[in-house]
């Protein structure tokens, strides 16, 4: 049995998404035994990027709005800087993140996707990495930003880019397989979600 047998895991993502943000963890992921599940806007496919080169394309298994986030074990964000900040102005996706935390479900995110943790109102008091520039928005928002490779705090495993990814996927399949951390968003970021 491997360490994720049984778990099902959203990945939310669409167009500008950071390409080896998406692709590294989904295969460690269902390497480690998830089955994973690609969420998006209204869309049948989401254009990856290199930085700012089109990549490839990913078919997508189904939309934010209709999903139903007490059926997922976990959720990833990738980053890309376009993809959170899309998905940051649509109200289903804020709240398909927002749900999952409310259901005590952890969440792994990386590079710019701390945009959404921000906008789900889950960061406040709790400490989190980020591309460096989320900084500010961070520390506005009530975080506590730090400049390591991944970190994870109460249910929510963070880094900064795709250097980060071999530490960013070993952490987030621990937190998601119920080892280190508390193994779920705790009951003092849900209490801060209507105080962001």
Known sequence: MTALSGKRIAFLATDGVEQVELTEPWGAMR??????????????QVQGFDHLTPADTFPVDGEVADA??????????????????????????VAFVRTIAEHRKPIAAICHAPW?????????????????????????????????????DRGIVTSRKPAD????????????????????VSRGAIGALDQT
């Open 31 to 44: 390497d480690a035994g998830a089955e994973v599940v690609l969420l998006s806007l209204d869309q049948t």
């Open 68 to 93: 139903d986030a007490g059926s997922f074990d976990a959720l990833v964000l990738p980053g890309g800087v376009a993809n959170p900040d899309t998905l940051r102005m649509d109200q289903d996706a």
């Open 116 to 152: 959404m943790l921000i906008e789900s109102g889950l960061v406040r008091g709790r400490t989190v990495t980020a591309w460096p520039s989320l900084r500010t928005d961070l520390a506005n928002a009530g975080a506590i930003w730090v400049d390591k490779e991944v970190v994870t």
């Open 165 to 184: 990814l071999p530490a960013f996927n070993r952490a987030a399949i621990r937190l998601f397989a119920g080892g280190g951390d508390d193994g779920q």
